[in-house]
């Protein structure tokens, strides 16, 4: 048997929707399941031990309509069993317009579309979380497969990978017999970026009441943020934004070598979790901890304003400014005394 699932998404969306692939894979321990994402995500994925092949989606094939109903045609070439597109778009219905010999072939209700599924699921309203919501994608399947569902969302790292960073991080002085942080200062959306005077003291704190040492990472588009808030702390010490990253998967080889992970929400988060290093993520009023902390337990947890105060009558900016910097701290250092031990 072989499965596609299509995923036209960023890190965190394709990290969590992960889960199907991990489902499929246990259910039908022989089935051979690729996965199509967007090529700077797809390094995550290599050696997964529930993904079979990797398909990425070059930007050239994403604004090339020819080249990119090119690439559609010569993937389901394999004819596939089960199809599962995950986006339910216009874009990427084409992967099941040219498998309508698929036994299954799974996408969302939406309105005017979808005419080449012939499993259409409702949006889920007794979803708990996002992973609950992509899994619930499979339901057609129970309808002849006990489906053995799996809701653990994992990246897979080399020994040899993890070593590598390691010594890259030594070299850039980061002393490994005391905590390491991760600090995830920036995001890709502007309005999801906590208060960086705040973070600015939470960071401080990190440093000089846990003995922190913290690593500010960045992609190419953000290293001037990343700089402007190194800039801001006059005393330097512990601080590091230099041990760069050419990719995703290095990003993770560096999260893999680090005690804790926090900062703003988002697809990062989600690889520290995937990877298993305890996090605390700050959400924006815009971001639905609910959905998005998925899988939440003692080991990765968050804040979001309403946690904290009453947002009722409040602007974005108001409801976001509930979020004291102390009471993440607080947090950070009951989850650092829990789970960091040197």
């Not at 072989?2 to 929707?17: C, E, H, N, P, T």
């Not at 010999?101 to 579309?113: A, E, V």
């Not at 012939?118 to 992509?134: G, L, M, S, T």
Request: net charge positive; hydrophobic share 35%; aromatic share 12%.
């Amino acid at each position: 048997m072989k499965i596609l699932v299509v995923r036209f998404k960023q890190i965190g969306d394709a990290i969590l929707s992960s889960v199907i692939c991990n489902t499929l894979k246990r259910t039908f321990p022989d089935v051979e399941v690729d996965y199509v994402v967007y090529e700077h995500i797809s390094p995550l994925f290599e050696n997964h031990k529930y993904i079979d092949n990797v398909i990425s989606i070059t930007k050239e094939e994403q604004k090339n309509p020819f080249k990119y109903i090119g690439k559609v045609w010569k993937v389901t070439r394999k004819k596939y069993d089960i199809v599962i597109d995950i986006m339910s778009t216009p874009k990427s219905e084409v992967f099941t317009l040219f498998s309508l010999g698929s036994r299954y072939r799974i996408g969302r209700r939406k309105p005017k579309r979808g005419y080449t599924y012939n499993y259409k699921i409702e949006e889920p309203r007794d979803a708990k979380d996002k992973v609950d919501k992509f899994l619930k994608m499979l339901k057609p399947l129970e309808q002849e497969y006990k489906v053995i569902y799996d809701n653990n969302y994992v990246i897979t790292l080399t020994s040899e990978e993890k070593s590598q960073m390691r010594k890259r991080m030594l070299d850039a002085g980061v002393n490994f017999s005391r905590p390491v942080y991760i600090c995830a200062a920036n995001s890709r959306r502007e309005s999801k970026i906590y208060n960086t005077e705040k973070m600015k003291k939470i960071v401080e704190r990190v440093r000089d009441e846990l003995k922190g040492q913290v690593i500010f990472f960045y992609s190419p588009d953000e290293k001037d943020f990343i700089m402007k808030f190194y800039e801001k702390f006059e005393d330097k010490k512990d601080l590091f934004v230099n041990i760069n990253t050419k990719s995703i998967r290095e990003l993770a080889m560096v999260i893999s070598n680090c005690d804790f992970f926090f900062g703003n929400e988002g697809g990062p988060r989600h690889l520290a979790q995937s990877l298993d290093i305890p996090s605390f993520a700050i959400f924006s009023p815009s971001a639905s901890k609910k959905e998005w902390l998925s899988n939440a337990n003692e080991r990765h947890q968050g804040v979001e304003p309403g946690d904290v105060g009453n947002c009722e009558g409040l602007d974005y900016n108001g409801q976001y400014n509930l979020i004291d910097p102390d009471y993440v701290f607080d947090k950070i250092e009951e989850m650092s005394k829990k789970f960091i031990v040197k």
